[in-house]
């Protein structure tokens, strides 16, 4: 069966780093990977995916990348700020879907 | 345009017990879904749809019913509430019916007790 690796411990860093997260999975060739953003009782929030044919992606102060030979996506967050504290999930998308269980980010003012 | 409405957003029941838990959607997407989210365990897929009429299961689907009579609707039966059901369920749709080319829409999700 799959399995998704996220960063097991939550993850604290200081206000304008670069915070980065990653994405380890096994035994699934996704077509995309997707991430996603949680905040305490919401919905996930979708923020961006990429293709198994690309390398990187980028939205604004985001950028993700993805190896499909290491089978690992990293996520960046560059400068940092405290409203970016939240749960970030990354999901493997292809004929089926599967979640990961998500890196806390506590983004220290 | 208000996405993925869920109802309710609190619900306790007593083992045993059956409830039906509503999803709404107003982006005309094809595909919806149903999640559970649980401490540790990631989301995990109970139910899905590509369209009005037509349902499979996910990873996680026993002690649960669906059906799709429209586009907009999708929901969940809970036929006999057990304890191992206590959880978090989140209601998603996504506008392609395969290969996860967009991404979900997420409701903002039930958090069900079973006592």
Redesign the interface.
Known sequence: SQK?EQNSEALNIQEGKTATLTCNYTNYS???L?W?RQDP?????????IRENEKEKRKERLKVTFDTTLKQSLFHITASQPADSATY?C?????Q?Y????TSLTVIP | NAG?TQTPKFQVLKTGQSMTLQCAQDMNHEYM?W?RQDP????R?IHYSVGAGITDQGEVPNGYNVSRSTTEDFPLRLLSAAPSQTSVY?C?SRFDR????????????TRLTVV
């Open positions: 998704i996704p077509a995309y997707q996603y009782g919401r919905g996930p929030v979708f923020l961006l995916l999930l999901a493997l998308a292809g004929n879907f979640f990961g269980t998500g | 993925v879904s999640y540790g365990m990631g989301l897929l989140f998603a395969g290969l996860g080319s967009t991404g979900y829409t997420f409701g903002s999700g």
